[in-house]
Structures are given as structure tokens and as C-alpha cells.
């Protein structure tokens, strides 16, 4: 709720604009340095969406798989990334894709590998796309919605 705070204030306020610049600016991301919100506070916000739209069983992987595989998927794709693959790396959606499967097997029991595929392609190919929509948002519902499918 602080980070919520900080960007809402950083709109109101020049002084809490300038603060906000001065302490998170190197923490940024290019592109988050010129939109209205960053991705933290997205994922907060889509974290908080998911938790009150599904259970427990579906909420808890949707956000995780946002949380690791995306994060991994990431440090992988920028590090030795050299293969592209839609808007990212055939090395980081493979990171993605493979810590999403793990994530689903550990945290989803009872699905079957068939089914585990059937939410790790697609929430892979979400994340590869270059949506106008912030990945922070549409990993874990897509993921919460293809989980609600087969529970």
C-alpha cells in the first residue's frame, strides 16, 4: 500500500514527485520512467485482484508464476538471451515456460502434465507478446483463468 501511496502522491504533488525520482528512478526500468505507473505498483494492484477473484488454489500459482518465472525469465533473457522469440528471448520464454511448469506441479496438486501444459503454453506465449497491456497484469490473470478451467 506504500508504493500505491508513493505513485498516487507523485501525482498530486510535485515535492512527492521529486522524492519518488530521487529514491526510485535508478530502480526503473526505461520504459517505466516515462509511463504514469510502474510495474511494481501494477503488480500490486493485479496481486490484490487475483487474491479477491479466486480462490486460494488458483490465486497463490497465478501470482507466483508472475513473481518467479517472469523475474527468472527476465535475469535469463537479458543476461544470455541471444534468440529471439515474439518481443523476447527463446532463452528466457524457456525459463519462463519451465519455472512455470515447476511452479504448477509444486503448488497446483492434482493437475496432470497434460493440463500443466495446458496453462504453461499459453501463459508463456502471454508473456513473450509485446501486449500494450503490462505483463505484470496479464500473466497472472491469464494464468487464474486457464487454472479455473481445470479446477
Known amino acids: 500500500m506504500i508504493f500505491l501511496a508513493a505513485e498516487l502522491l507523485r501525482y498530486r504533488w510535485p ?3 521529486a522524492l519518488f525520482t ?17 510495474g511494481a505498483t501494477v503488480f500490486l494492484i493485479s496481486a490484490t485482484v487475483i ?3 479466486f480462490k486460494k488454489i488458483i490465486a497463490v500459482p497465478a501470482v507466483l508464476i508472475l513473481s518467479m518465472s517472469d ?6 533473457g ?8 515474439l518481443a523476447k528471448s527463446w532463452e528466457g520464454s524457456g525459463t519462463f515456460f519451465l519455472c512455470t511448469m515447476l511452479m504448477l506441479c509444486i503448488f497446483v496438486p492434482g493437475l496432470g502434465i497434460f493440463e500443466v501444459l495446458l496453462v504453461a503454453v499459453p501463459v508463456t506465449l502471454v508473456e513473450a507478446l509485446a501486449l500494450p497491456v503490462n505483463d505484470n497484469l496479464t500473466i497472472p490473470v491469464s494464468a487464474a483463468l486457464l487454472l479455473k478451467v481445470f479446477l
Open 78 to 85: 537479458r543476461t544470455i538471451g541471444r534468440h529471439r522469440f
Open 22 to 38: 530521487r529514491v526510485f528512478f535508478p530502480l526503473l526500468r526505461d520504459d517505466e520512467k516515462i509511463k504514469n505507473i510502474t
Open 71 to 76: 523475474s527468472l525469465a527476465a535475469v535469463v
Open 51 to 53: 487474491f479477491i477473484l
Open 15 to 17: 515535492w512527492a514527485k
